[in-house]
């Protein structure tokens, strides 16, 4: 059979093909602990199940649903961003429902770029910005993202002829996988950018809620402007551990969010009227299940820092994700320090270069696991790492 030659430039995905390490150690008996992918193991809010549930029994929820999004799940998505950011949509031109922002970044370029366009693409990113790309034959570029600029992209030394070129920018802030976080006064210039370039700014937000010690993340939509330029994608996967539902949602622009909506009704036939009725009980209804899940993360960040740090391990201060963004130690690659990782302790983290080539010199460590597990994980790490200055013994310590 013939496979198309675009499916060499994306390869598997990163965790499709982490997962499969993990199975093959297991089969052969390795106890492994995954710190690798972001997937909450603490459970959806008790009255967002309850909500699918009675969403599930209605046979209204058996047919199609609405291809844009059920309208009360787009004006509940308006509500909550009025009362979160202070930003009002309008919520049938300006909203559209997702089966989970992944969903929405992986078309997104087809609606917006013709062949040989070029996309500007965080590097560090999520891998997705760059493959949607490829899939719509469109140019990635990458922008790096480095530890010096607080991983935050120097759009002014993106080339002219690139910028010329371009018809999409991904940002993420917070930010997958650096845990980085951006201020308005970046966002503003990046709008500005865009506004410049006539780029659409795609800011990928699906972290907004996820934030530690008082910080509030924004949108890009607070910025005076931006939906003439930008479109914001959001998830529930990560607010409401509720990565299996598969929900999310777009906002902003109207020519960008109409143009997605097209693609999407080309493609696939909505959510799950439930699943919307579980999103629309999901951020209309109490938040406390949010700030316990909340609480729970931060008290896994600090236990990681404290643990790594103690053994001389350079781990930045962390206010937002669930992610720990590591400077791989003793000169290694990031490829050879997730395979000594493993092989000397069983536990699975990302190799930085999984999403790009700036990624090069870290891993990323997920909190995702409970503690019992993350203990035993750091554990490990502490006694196969001791101090972790020097590489550990029997590896190549070679760098790029
Ligand atoms: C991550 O670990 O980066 C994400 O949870 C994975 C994903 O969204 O596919």
């Given at each position: 059979m013939h496979v198309a030659k675009r499916l060499e430039q994306i390869g598997a995905y990163l965790f499709a093909d982490l997962d499969r390490k993990q199975e093959q150690l297991k089969a052969k008996g390795v106890?492994?602990?995954?710190?690798?992918?972001?997937?909450?193991d603490l459970p959806t809010p008790a009255?967002?199940?309850?909500?699918?549930?009675?969403?599930?029994?209605?046979?209204?929820?058996?047919?199609?649903?609405?291809?844009?999004?059920?309208?009360?799940?787009?004006?509940?998505?308006?509500?909550?961003?009025?009362?979160?950011?202070g930003v009002s949509l309008d919520p049938d031109t300006e909203v559209l429902a997702l089966i989970g922002s992944k969903e929405g970044l992986a078309h997104l370029p087809w609606a917006i770029v013709d062949p040989g366009d070029v996309v500007l693409v965080p590097d560090p990113g999520y891998p997705i910005y760059r493959s949607s790309t490829i899939l719509a034959d469109g140019v990635p570029h990458p922008v790096p993202?480095?530890?010096?600029?607080?991983?935050?992209?120097?759009?002014?030394?993106?080339?002219?002829?690139?910028?010329?070129?371009?018809?999409?920018?991904?940002?993420?802030?917070?930010?997958?996988?650096?845990?980085?976080?951006?201020?308005?006064?970046?966002?503003?210039?990046a709008v500005e950018f865009a506004r410049r370039h006539d780029i659409l700014l795609a800011h990928d937000n699906a972290y907004s809620e996820i934030t530690y010690d008082g910080y509030v993340a924004p949108s890009i939509l607070e910025v005076d402007g931006a939906k003439d330029v930008a479109i914001e994608l959001h998830s529930l996967s990560k607010t409401y551990c509720m990565t299996g539902w598969r929900i999310g949602f777009a906002?902003?622009?109207?020519?960008?969010?109409?143009?997605?909506?097209?693609?999407?009704?080309?493609?696939?036939?909505?959510?799950?009227?439930?699943?919307q009725r579980a999103g629309v009980a999901a951020m209309a209804g109490p938040q406390d299940g949010v700030t316990e899940r909340l609480r729970v993360y931060?008290?896994?960040?600090?236990r990681v820092t404290k643990a790594l740090r103690s053994i001389g391990w350079e781990v930045p201060d962390i206010k937002a994700t669930i992610y720990v963004w590591l400077p791989v130690p003793g000169?290694?690659?990031s490829a050879q320090f997730t395979s000594a990782v493993l092989e000397k302790t069983g536990v699975l983290v990302t190799p930085g270069t999984g999403y790009g080539a700036h990624g090069e010199g870290y891993v990323r460590l997920s909190l995702t696991i409970g503690d019992t597990r993350l203990d035993e994980a750091l554990g490990r790490l502490v006694d196969a790492f001791g101090r972790v200055s020097a590489p550990p013994a029997g590896s190549r310590a070679t760098t790029r």
């Open positions: 106890d492994v602990i995954s710190l690798s992918v972001g997937d909450p009255h967002i199940v309850d909500a699918l549930t009675e969403g599930a029994r209605d046979p209204r929820s058996h047919r199609y649903p609405s291809y844009v999004g059920e309208k009360d799940f787009r004006s509940t998505v308006a509500a909550w961003f009025r009362k979160r950011f993202l480095l530890r010096e600029r607080g991983f935050l992209p120097d759009l002014s030394a993106i080339p002219q002829e690139i910028a010329r070129r371009a018809k999409v920018l991904f940002l993420n802030y917070p930010n997958n996988p650096t845990a980085a976080t951006a201020s308005m006064e970046f966002l503003t210039e906002v902003g622009s109207a020519a960008a969010v109409g143009a997605l909506g097209r693609i999407k009704t080309n493609i696939d036939s909505g959510i799950f009227r439930a699943v931060q008290a896994r960040r600090d000169g290694m690659t």
